[in-house]
């Protein structure tokens, strides 16, 4: 699974994006409303930066800060880390290693296309759908 490309699972994790002059509170009730962990911030059509659940509780709660008045972009990380569709699962999980996040926004184009996730990256049902591919395959 590791060697398999990117491109080819996206659509799995749900996508969520955000304008960088919305409040936390919006992002907030955008990733419980979506069931998802973090933000992908998007200006004109590019990703300026992502928002986590980690981010919202150590920048915004933590530090006593009223999530309805500040905006994503006063604590998003800025230019995160991103990935073409062509990048391997094993890179994508070496880079979330590396840099200790677990949302790695892929990028075609400028354009955000997807988004990996640690925890979906090792899904056992990836797994089991690209052996399936693999079979299918060798039967052709």
């Known amino acids: 699974m590791l060697s398999e ?3 080819l699972s996206l659509g799995r994790e749900k996508m969520v994006t955000a304008s960088p002059r919305a409040t936390v509170f919006e992002a907030s009730r955008l990733m419980l409303d ?8 998007v200006e004109e059509r590019r990703v ?3 928002l ?3 981010d919202v509780v150590f920048r915004v709660v933590a530090a006593g800060r009223d999530p309805c008045a500040v905006r994503i972009d006063e604590v998003m990380t800025r230019d995160p880390v991103t990935v ?8 994508a999980m070496a880079l979330m290693q590396l840099h200790r996040f677990r949302h790695l ?3 075609e184009d400028g354009r955000l296309i997807g988004v990996v996730l640690a925890r979906g990256a090792l899904d ?3 797994e089991d759908f690209i052996c399936e591919e693999r079979r299918r395959e060798a039967l052709e």
């Open 5 to 7: 490309r990117i491109g």
């Open 34 to 41: 979506n069931g998802a962990s973090a933000v992908v911030v």
């Open 48 to 50: 300026t930066g992502i």
């Open 52 to 54: 986590t659940e980690h």
């Open 84 to 91: 073409g569709p062509e990048e391997t699962f094993g890179r």
């Open 105 to 107: 926004p892929v990028v």
């Open 124 to 126: 056992p049902e990836l």
